[in-house]
């Protein structure tokens, strides 16, 4: 079982910057692969990235590339994702997720946190 709380979120205007962090409980935060969902009001929930549970791997939505970077420290239990040239439609509620290693679907979630991007 893996608990995941988000923070971080918050009100930014366009342009800049903000650092999600998501806490794991448990002490097999090592054995879990790490992923950021986002899901904006009236639309579906998106991927944006992942980091596998070595970090020797991540991924990206192309939407992000270039602008957002995963990063995860197994001794602190914390995923973290750095979030630059924001822009407003990126406004969401992130979600961290993390499923076992070498599985496919992600089946524990965060419960959110709240981005804004003000133009």
């Known amino acids: 079982q893996v608990q995941l709380v988000e923070s971080g979120g918050g009100l930014v205007q366009a342009g800049g910057s903000l650092r999600l962090s998501c806490a794991a409980s448990g002490r097999t935060f090592s054995r879990y692969d790490m992923g950021w969902f986002r899901q904006a009001p009236g639309k579906e929930r998106e991927f944006v990235a992942a980091?596998?549970?070595?970090?020797?791997?991540?991924t990206y939505a192309d939407s992000v590339k270039g602008r957002f970077t995963i990063s995860r420290d197994n001794a602190k239990n914390t995923v973290y994702l750095q979030m630059n040239s924001l822009k407003p439609e990126e406004t969401a509620v992130y979600y961290c997720?993390?499923?076992?290693?070498?599985?496919?679907?992600?089946?524990?979630w965060g419960q959110g946190t709240q981005v804004t991007v003000s133009s």
């Open positions: 980091i596998n549970w070595s970090a020797s791997s991540t």
């Open positions: 997720a993390a499923k076992y290693r070498g599985t496919r679907v992600y089946n524990y």
